[in-house]
């Protein structure tokens, strides 16, 4: 049986390819609040900025390409079991090759019913709020808000406690309920934090690799595959 390796990842993943990161802004996604373009409550006050936001992110991804970090993960398939629960909300994993993604926070790639949270559409062209489906109803982005629930969170958990080897790279571990996953690993589990800026609220047992995603991962496989 193949080894299972799960990778948890964030902002800093996908940083090689130009994607800013709240922590590098000072708190803020691409000169904005995360407030006013992340919450329920920014949506209801200015549903036209967020809309205008969500359309300039997914017309972003036309303009950036997955880097090396995201291809060294996708061709590790060639050898392992390989998950991928990402925070990230752009499509950089897959479009490097990678088969199984886990998205917790959402796509920016897709828009759900404001209705039903189940219907959910591929989607490319712009949103706005008179975008509708088949049924009617209004179009949100399919994102998951600050202050919303995270759907996926019980089958990240599930994936993490699977895993033989953990890999947790381009995340401060700030943001819960994700930030809290590798504790779900069971025991035995090697755990590598790849981080240039690693976060201080670590176990023991978890090996750190103070580097950007790429480097790190190039220094996880040499060490470790």
């Known amino acids: 049986m193949k080894k299972h390796i799960v990778f948890l990842t964030g902002a800093g993943m996908s940083q090689e390819s130009g994607i800013k990161t709240f922590r590098d802004t000072n708190g803020l996604w691409e000169n904005h609040s995360v407030e006013d373009v992340a919450s329920p409550e920014g949506f209801e006050r200015n549903p036209a900025l967020v809309y205008d936001f969500y359309n ?76 509708r489906n088949e049924e009617g109803h209004q179009l949100r982005p399919h994102i998951v808000w600050f202050g919303e629930s995270v759907p996926e969170i019980e089958n990240a958990m599930n994936i993490v406690n699977d895993a033989d080897i953990l890999v947790i790279v381009g995340t401060s571990l700030q943001v819960y309920p994700a930030a809290g996953l590798h ?3 069971k025991q035995g589990t090697r755990k590598i934090y790849i981080d240039p800026n690693p976060s201080q609220v670590l176990e023991a047992t978890i090996e750190v690799i103070a580097k950007k ?13």
């Open 183 to 185: 504790l779900e690993a």
């Open 56 to 131: 300039k992110r997914r017309a972003q991804l036309k303009d950036v390409s997955p880097n090396k970090g995201h291809e060294l993960i996708a061709q590790l398939e060639n050898e392992y079991k390989v998950t991928i629960v990402t925070q990230n909300v752009d499509d950089l994993h897959e479009r490097a090759g990678s088969t199984n993604v886990l998205h917790l926070h959402g796509e920016l790639r897709k828009v759900r019913s404001m209705e039903n949270p189940k219907l959910v559409y591929n989607w490319e062209q712009d949103l706005d709020a008179s975008s």
């Open 213 to 225: 995603a790429s480097i790190g991962l190039e220094a996880f496989i040499r060490k470790h595959l």
